[in-house]
């Protein structure tokens, strides 16, 4: 039943880190697997995938040749994260997820891809960086939280007290 209501949306940004997959995992659970098979949300999956020349860094010698197999290297890691993302979508019976890759800054491509779709929420994972490291690199998830035209939620994944 269509009631021609357009659903929420729902972007979860996704890498190749462990937090990633516990932040994707974690947002299924609680907005999707509950409502089965009649889910609230449309689920946009984003991967950033970063330019090679960013990726290689400073040019230099040697640098044209370089950046070819560090492209190549790039795409099929994102072709993974993919998979695992369509993996843990089927494992937990989530059907009609959209995925999309896009070049360029996380940062910036997960802020425009929640204009594009008019997302009400934006979910990633927490590095948990310290104040240096995040200073360095920069936090895609403070950036999203300051940037983002939406509700941010920042999932950390808990720590093992041994």
Same mark, same amino acid.
């Given at each position: 039943?269509d ?10 940004? +996704?890498?190749?880190?462990e937090?990633?997959?516990? !932040? $994707?995992?974690?947002?299924? @659970?609680?907005?999707?697997? *509950? #409502?089965? *098979? /009649? #889910? *609230?949300?449309?689920l #946009? +999956?984003?991967h950033?995938? *970063? /330019? %090679? &020349?960013? !990726?290689?860094?400073l !040019? ?6 370089v950046?070819?197999?560090? @492209?190549? /290297? $790039? ?8 998979e695992?993302?369509?993996? +843990?979508?089927?494992s ?5 997820a ?6 360029? @800054? %996380?940062r910036?491509?997960?802020?425009d891809? &929640? @204009?594009? =779709?008019?997302?009400?929420? $934006?979910?990633v ?5 310290? %104040? ?10 403070d950036y999203?939280a =300051?940037?983002? =035209?939406?509700s &941010?939620? +920042? ?8």
């Open positions: 039943m009631t021609g209501e357009e659903k929420p949306v729902v972007v979860v940004g +996704i890498d190749e880190s937090q990633s997959t516990y !932040a $994707l995992e974690w947002a299924l @659970d609680r907005f999707f697997v *509950p #409502f089965s *098979p /009649n #889910f *609230p949300f449309k #946009f +999956i984003v950033a995938k *970063p /330019n %090679a &020349v960013s !990726a290689v860094g !040019a230099g010698p040697g640098t044209a040749e950046v070819p197999y560090v @492209d190549s /290297n $790039l795409k099929h890691m994102a072709a993974r994260v993919i695992m993302a369509k993996g +843990i979508c089927q937990k019976s989530v059907h009609g959209k995925f999309e890759v896009f070049e360029g @800054d %996380a910036s491509i997960l802020c891809v &929640v @204009d594009k =779709h008019h997302a009400s929420l $934006l979910v994972g927490s590095h948990g960086y310290g %104040a240096i490291k995040r200073a360095v690199l920069g936090s895609v998830s999203c =300051h940037h983002a =035209h939406c &941010v939620m +920042i999932v950390k994944k808990p720590k093992i007290k041994g």
